[in-house]
C-alpha cells in the first residue's frame, strides 16, 4: 500500500513538473515576440508643420514673430503682397521652422500668382552668421513659369533643384492652381517631386555636389549646402503666394 501510495506521488509530481515547464516555455516565448516587437523600428508618422489657424511651430529667420504681412485664411499661409514694397520689405521675411529635421520627407501644397516667384528652402543653418535662409539652403523653386522673367533661366523654373538642377520634366500647374510637392532627404539622397512625378535626383555633400554649387550662384557662399541638418523655410520675395497642408514625416 505504502509503495503503490509512493509511485502515484511521484507519477502527479513529475505531471506538474512537465506542465510548469511547458508554461514556462510558452511564457518565454511569448515574452521574446513583444520583446521583439518593441525593439522594431516604428515607422514615423506624418506631422502636421501648420495647424491652419496659426503660425505655431513657426518664426521669423533670424528670430521674432512672423511678420504681419504673412496671414492665415481658410487654412492657408500666404504672403499678403499687396502690403509690402518688395522682396524682403515691409513687414515679411522669411519664416522658418522652430525645429530642425534631418532624415524627412516634406509634403506641401501651393499656388502662385500671376508672375509672381517664391520658394521652399531645406536643410536652412539658422545663426547670426546668415542674414537669410537660402545663404545655407537649397530651395525648390516656386514660379510662375509663364510670366515670371526668372523662368527664363533654364534652372529657375518651378520645380526645379534653384540655380543647381533642372527639372526633369516639367508638371507645374498654371499660375493660380494648387501644386503638390515634395521634397524627401533621405541618407544624403535628395529627392523632389512635383504632381506626383520625380522631378530632381541627387546626392548631396559629394564632390559632384560641391562642383554643382561652384558652377552655381552659391559659388561664394561658404555655408550653401554644407549642412545635413536643418529648418525648413517659406520664401517671401514680394509676391502673393500660398501654402496649405504641410506635412512632415522623419525618415
Known sequence: MQKNYWIVSSLAASLLISCSGEKTVENTAETTETNTEASMPQESEWISLFDGQSFDGWHK??????????????GEIYLDAANKDGWQTGDGGDIITDEEYENFHLKYEWKIAPNGNSGVIFLVHESDEYDYPWLTGPEMQ?????GHPDAE????????LYDLIVSSEETVKPAGEWNMAEIIVDDAQLTLRLNDVTTVETTLWTPEWEAL????????????????????ALQDHGDLVHFRNIELKKL
Open 61 to 74: 529667420y533670424g528670430g521674432g514673430e512672423v511678420g504681419k504681412a504673412w496671414k492665415i485664411e481658410n
Open 213 to 232: 554649387i561652384a558652377d552655381s550662384k552659391f559659388k561664394d557662399m561658404p555655408g550653401f549646402g554644407k549642412y545635413k541638418k536643418g529648418k525648413i
Open 142 to 146: 516656386v514660379l510662375d513659369n509663364e
Open 153 to 160: 533661366i533654364i534652372s529657375h523654373r518651378a520645380g526645379d
